[in-house]
């Protein structure tokens, strides 16, 4: 079983990612720290990024001196990842099926890390079973994933939209592919343990996301990630029809609102939450 449905999400949602790789990297400031703590990058190492995005992680290991390997779903954020980080193995791969010491030759990872990019799998088990074949013997692995509850992440600046529909969508759901896939604490052990990885710890980590970038007060850069989102995309392609220029145009000046009333000091912030989890092979 593969990963096509994340593949054709990540085929049109990439797009956001990478023209906002920096407000997103400002936003997750708290959560990109706690996973390099976690995974103890060190020169020589050879490291994998699961889910690397737009190079975060592998710029970090790369600055560490490590030989940084990335694997993604999405060609485009393959494509920026190697443009950010030019040292760095980027390959186009599902980390859950393709044999990634093959994809990636060299000697078995030492280290195994993930921000926000192990949460799709269609079968979280199977996926990280592939990953451990990758990883050589006590490789350790650090990666953050959304905690279950969390929606400030996913609905501030999209609320007053959603109040618009008839029938307005719910959270994500949490234990199925998607944003919360490992929101459950518990199933995240269970899976772990399944696929092999032993000493798993699984701790809660929230972040103070700070939206500000270059000084801005953080209000348009908010409003861009999540209207560049799969949600908010799929608000305004219903809403935008619907309500003509100048209704769009108000509904637009309504999550401006939303969002600068989570001002602080200034400019946008609120913490989000997430669990940190470590584990060995």
């Known amino acids: 079983m593969g990963n096509e449905g994340m593949r054709e999400v990540w085929a049109s949602g990439s797009a956001g990612w990478v023209r906002h790789q920096r407000i997103y990297d400002a936003a997750f400031v708290p959560f990109t ?7 103890g990058l060190a020169p020589g190492q050879r490291v994998l990024d699961v889910g690397c995005g737009t190079g ?3 710029e970090a290991a790369a600055a560490a001196g490590a030989h940084p390997v990335g694997v993604d779903i999405s060609d485009a954020m393959v494509a920026a990842a190697r443009l950010r980080v030019p040292g760095a193995a980027v390959i186009v791969a599902d980390a859950q099926v393709d044999d990634l010491a093959a994809a990636a030759p060299g000697a078995p990872f030492d280290k195994v890390v993930s921000r ?20 050589a013997p006590d ?16 609905e501030v600046g999209l609320r007053s939209l959603m109040a618009r ?5 719910g959270p994500p759901p949490s ?7 490992l929101g459950e604490e518990a199933h995240v052990r269970r899976v772990l343990a399944d696929a092999g990885w032993r000493d798993v710890a699984v701790e809660p980590v929230d972040g103070l996301c700070d939206y500000g970038v270059d000084g801005s007060d953080g209000v ?13 995309r799929a608000l305004r392609a219903e809403l935008e029809p619907r309500l003509g220029p100048a209704g769009w145009d108000a509904a637009l000046e309504d999550a401006r609102q939303e969002v600068r009333e989570r001002m602080v000091d200034g400019v946008v912030q609120f913490v989000a939450h997430a669990w940190l989890v470590t584990a060995t092979n």
């Open 116 to 135: 926000f990019g192990v949460m799709f799998f269609a079968d979280p088990c199977a996926a990280f079973a592939n990953l451990r074949a990758a990883a």
């Open 220 to 232: 348009a850069e908010r409003l861009a990630i999540v209207l560049g989102g799969q949600a908010g």
């Open 139 to 154: 490789a350790r692995l650090a990666f953050v994933c959304w905690r279950e509850g969390e929606r400030d992440l996913f």
């Open 56 to 58: 975060t992680l592998l």
């Open 175 to 181: 234990g199925v592919p998607g944003p919360l896939g």
């Open 33 to 39: 720290t706690a996973v390099l703590a976690a995974a």
């Open 165 to 169: 529909l008839e029938d307005p969508p």
